[in-house]
């Protein structure tokens, strides 16, 4: 055992508590502790595996973060993770300060799903807000001796899970923290993001763009500038995922607690509220007046910046569209070489609809590495979109031969089942893809609808189980998780099953309603619980309440009473609105098909109409 190893702490978690843990394992290392913390618990091979196994083996004190996450979740990596840690406690003597079992929030010892073995030594409860500096004090106390040392050795060995220790120097010991091993800024993107399977890792690209703002080395930047840039590079990378986002937002809320009047943060922030929305990570709308408002406070300070141009641009990209345009302008004649703007021209030219202009831009910003796979997977949307199929398919196996994200490993299995029909083949695609890719919310959601084609509802089922939350927000599926999963149970031919989940469902959404009553995707979904579930009359209503609060405005298929319609089995209803759909413009979502017809589950009720058998036959698309 090394000697960083005497001295280390291991934070074993819940990915949904990524930010929280990572505020206290900052405030370990600002204390000189060794903290090995990695803000995934999705497994990566057999050489990761063995090397958290190899920490729990080695650390000193074993740190399990408890919380109301970690008791919604039957399964994760985590509890592997808490599993070896009281077989290693079984060897040790009682008294040993062995596990520390820490509390975020209100979950009670009594109701925590936890191993026996916690409950036999004291708990800490945290308020990590404003107190994880006490928690560190504590956990000095408990390790003593020379942490400075330890913290030395594991910088130069690399044995750490975060490779974020403390370097020694003069200056308080949490600047010295900021320094990374090596000094190179792609290690803090690494240090506090997920990364690929152990195979992927040699031959991985910095997913981040570079700026004019990063020409100094980050360790000369003012500390609260340090956790901005943490947080950009996390916004700014282009295999970015929710938990990425939402480190981000700890890092760069916690930078502005630091530095009140610096417009690059600002306009990191606001940039952060805007790409909530766009990326469908949070759909609520709330950060719409912050990416607003923090955008002008940016402007404000830092005028001729472009982070500040380009946070203006996506705060004002639907609502003055001229300034957003302006903004982007401007600062490519101030950063030329950045791909960060020709891209986002291209996106503001897309939403505008206007298309040729949009794909001339993400064409150039193909030419930059650095941003050529975001680039070409815009074009894949622009080309499905418009159902040109065979244009779509080219563009996202261009983006995933570059880099396999989320996005283009998800896009590829869309085209499999839009255009080609091929449930089978779409899983394939979705299998092979990098394991962090695989646990993320789209990936699962998408897995789970090629199951439901392919007539394999245990896969689906299989794939929901990785899905910890009850909501969905995802730009291919947005609604509750237990619809889903009675689709699945039906399709088992366990009806008692899905009835059980439709109804959880629809309690769900009714508590939902209650805070959002005049949500009309609340009523949609809620209408499609209470159809499946067989209570027609209640779906009706919810019909048309939805058409009433939506002014009878025709949707695309994916938000549209014809799934209400679809699920009560009326034909007459339903077919005019799907013969609608396959006809109809695009819409800048997912395009309706008779594979998709002929497929979905959604449709089984139909089936038997002539008129539905007709618009299932396949008609000439768009190569």
């Known amino acids: 055992m090394s000697a960083a190893a005497n001295h ?13 843990v990572l505020r206290i394992a900052e405030a370990l290392r600002a204390a000189g502790i060794v903290v090995w913390f990695d803000k995934d618990e999705l497994v990566g091979g057999d050489a990761w595996d063995q090397k958290i196994r190899r920490q729990i083996k080695e650390c000193a004190i074993f740190v399990p973060v408890i919380s109301a996450n970690t008791n919604a979740r039957a399964e994760g990596y985590f509890r592997l993770e808490w599993k070896l840690a009281v077989d290693r406690s079984h060897l040790m003597a009682d008294d040993a300060p062995f596990l520390f079992p820490i509390v975020i929030d209100d979950t009670s010892d009594a109701a925590a799903r936890v191993p026996d073995r916690f409950r036999e030594v004291q708990w800490t409860r945290l308020n990590v807000k404003d107190t994880p500096e006490t928690l560190a004090k504590r956990v000095q106390k408990l390790l003593g001796g020379d942490l400075a040392v330890g913290a030395r050795l594991d910088r130069a060995q690399g044995e750490g899970r975060g490779r974020a220790t403390p370097l020694p120097g003069k200056g308080p010991a949490w600047i010295r923290n900021i320094a990374m091993v090596g000094g190179l800024i792609i290690g803090l993107v690494y240090a506090l993001r997920p990364m690929w399977s152990p ?3 040699a031959e991985a690209k910095p997913a981040a763009i570079p700026t004019p703002a990063q020409a100094a080395p980050i360790e000369s930047m003012s500390p609260a500038r340090q956790l901005a840039e943490k947080a950009r590079l996390l916004l700014d990378a282009i295999d970015s995922t929710a938990d990425d ?6 890092l760069v809320k916690r930078a502005l607690e630091l530095e009140q009047n610096d417009g ?6 606001s940039r952060l509220n805007s790409m ?5 990570f949070d759909n609520s709308g709330a950060r719409r007046e912050p990416a607003r408002s923090q955008a002008e406070r940016a402007a404000k300070l830092a005028p001729d910046s472009v982070e500040t141009l380009l946070a203006i641009a996506r705060a004002n990209r639907r609502e003055d569209v001229g300034r957003a345009e302006a903004a982007l302008r401007k600062a490519l004649t101030l950063a030329p070489r950045d791909g960060r703007l020709t891209l986002n021209l291209g996106s503001l030219y897309r939403v505008q609809n206007r298309l040729d202009e949009a794909m001339a831009f993400y064409e150039q910003a193909a030419g930059s590495p650095d941003v050529m796979p975001l680039a070409r997977y815009d074009q894949f949307l622009v080309s499905f979109y418009q159902r040109k199929f065979g244009d779509a398919e080219r563009y996202v196996r261009e983006s995933v031969a570059a880099l396999p994200t989320t996005n283009s490993v998800t896009g590829q299995a869309m085209v499999e089942l839009t255009w080609r029909g091929q449930p089978d083949s779409a899983l394939r695609v979705l299998a092979a893809a990098p394991g962090n890719v695989r646990a993320e919310p789209r990936t699962v959601i998408v897995t789970v609808l090629a199951a439901q084609m392919k007539r394999s509802p245990e896969e689906g ?4 189980r990785r899905f910890p939350a009850d909501y969905v927000n995802d730009a291919w599926y947005v609604g509750p998780k237990a619809l889903l999963v009675g689709l699945c149970e039906a399709q088992a031919d366990r009806p008692e099953a899905a009835r059980v989940a439709w109804e959880s469902g629809i309690a769900l959404m009714q508590k939902r309603l209650e805070a959002a009553p005049n949500n009309p995707d609340l009523h949609l979904r809620l209408g499609e619980l209470f159809a499946w579930s067989g209570q027609g009359d209640a779906a009706l209503r919810e019909v048309k309440i939805y058409e009433q609060l939506t002014s009878g405005q025709q949707t695309d298929w994916t938000w549209s ?11 007459a209803e339903a077919v005019p609105l799907l013969a609608h759909e396959l006809s109809a413009p695009p819409s800048g979502r997912w395009p309706l098909t008779p594979a998709l017809l002929r497929l979905d589950p959604l449709w089984d009720k139909l089936r038997g109409d002539p008129r539905f058998q007709a618009l299932c036959a396949e008609t000439p698309e768009k190569k």
């Open 8 to 20: 280390a702490v291991f934070l074993s978690y819940a990915s949904q508590d990524a930010v929280a």
């Open 199 to 201: 195979q992927r890792r």
């Open 245 to 250: 986002y939402a480190t981000a937002e700890g």
């Open 264 to 269: 690059d943060i600002w306009a990191i922030s």
């Open 276 to 280: 909530f929305m766009s990326r469908a």
């Open 461 to 464: 089922l299989a794939a929901l």
């Open 561 to 571: 009473a014809v799934r209400i319609y679809a699920a009560l089995g009326r034909a």
